[in-house]
T-cell receptor
Framework: DTGVSQDPRHKITKRGQNVTFRCDPI?????LYWYRQTLGQGPEFLTY????????KSRLLSDRFSAERPKGSFSTLEIQRTEQGDSAMYLC????????????FGPGTRLTVL | GEDVEQSLFLSVREGDSSVINCTYT??????LYWYKQEPGAGLQLLTY?????DMKQDQRLTVLLNKKDKHLSLRIADTQTGDSAIYFC????????????FGTGTKLQVIP
């Protein structure tokens, strides 16, 4: 295991469709984060898991968004009834028990909603 | 809420030093980070500084922290074309479980 992986890398969908993204963290990391990054902006925090528990959610995470980490390993992020404003790069990061809280990022899933 | 500001663009000649600046608002920040993002790649942590430090040096990278002014800078010595990327300043405060707030990013262009 060499890093955080995300699948798919690109997703094009029509408005109103549901999409699901997957993140596989570094295997020994128990903490997992989802971020959203739009063009010209930095990543914005969406949600945080410690093991299988979702401990924090941003106000950006509307009720159309749901994230799970059922076994405390991989995580999924689902967006229902997609809107054009959902078009962005969705980044996943994981962290172990390091003292300086380094988060290791995956390459992201780029979502385009037509 | 927390806010992190950066200038959008910096252009330097190869071999010169680059200085990227960042200001933040959260006075309770514990860690401050610099991340690098290259096209098509994820964010890579370059360096970090703990809030009780003023300076940290790591090879070509020097981080300066002015906690009073809430100002962070990243100096890259002998800038190379491979340093061309977007650089993000980020801070972790004490609020929330593990939330990290990122700036908007500074695009560094290195001219050969």
């Amino acid at each position: 295991d060499t890093g955080v992986s995300q699948d798919p890398r690109h997703k094009i969908t029509k408005r109103g469709q549901n999409v699901t993204f997957r993140c596989d963290p570094i295997s020994e990391h128990n903490r997992l984060y989802w971020y959203r990054q739009t063009l010209g902006q930095g990543p914005e925090f969406l949600t945080y898991f410690q093991n299988e528990a979702q401990l924090e959610k941003s106000r950006l995470l509307s009720d159309r968004f749901s994230a799970e980490r059922p076994k405390g390993s991989f995580s999924t992020l689902e967006i229902q009834r997609t809107e054009q404003g959902d078009s962005a790069m969705y980044l996943c990061a994981s962290r172990g028990g390091g003292t300086y809280n380094e988060q290791f990022f995956g390459p992201g899933t780029r979502l385009t909603v037509l | 809420g927390e806010d992190v500001e950066q200038s959008l663009f910096l252009s330097v000649r190869e071999g010169d030093s680059s200085v990227i600046n960042c200001t933040y608002t959260d006075s309770s920040s514990t860690y401050l980070y610099w991340y690098k993002q290259e096209p098509g790649a994820g964010l890579q942590l370059l360096t970090y500084i703990f809030s009780n430090m003023d300076m940290k040096q790591d090879q070509r990278l020097t981080v300066l922290l002015n906690k009073k002014d809430k100002h962070l800078s990243l100096r890259i010595a002998d800038t190379q074309t491979g340093d061309s990327a977007i650089y993000f300043c980020a801070e972790k405060g004490t609020g929330g479980y593990q939330k990290v707030t990122f700036g908007t990013g500074t695009k560094l262009q290195v001219i050969p």
